[in-house]
């Protein structure tokens, strides 16, 4: 996994979400088609932006079977 100080616009998957203050990542969605260069929270929320000392990590791998 690669880690991403900005929102990449060419990458799909989910994604880890290192937001400040936050004792753990938030998974996040990523896909470069429907909304690229934005993250998609399992909340429902779109952000469209990192702020300093923030970062994503991924794309997570699906587990092998």
Do not use: C
């Amino acid at each position: 996994m690669k880690k991403f100080t900005k929102i990449p616009h060419d990458q799909t998957g989910l994604f880890w979400y290192f937001e400040n203050d936050k004792e753990q990542p938030e998974p996040v969605q990523l896909n470069a088609e429907k909304h690229p260069g934005k993250l998609k929270g399992f909340n429902g929320r779109m952000q469209s932006w990192l702020r300093d000392g923030e970062y994503l990590v991924g794309p997570q791998l699906p587990p092998e079977q």
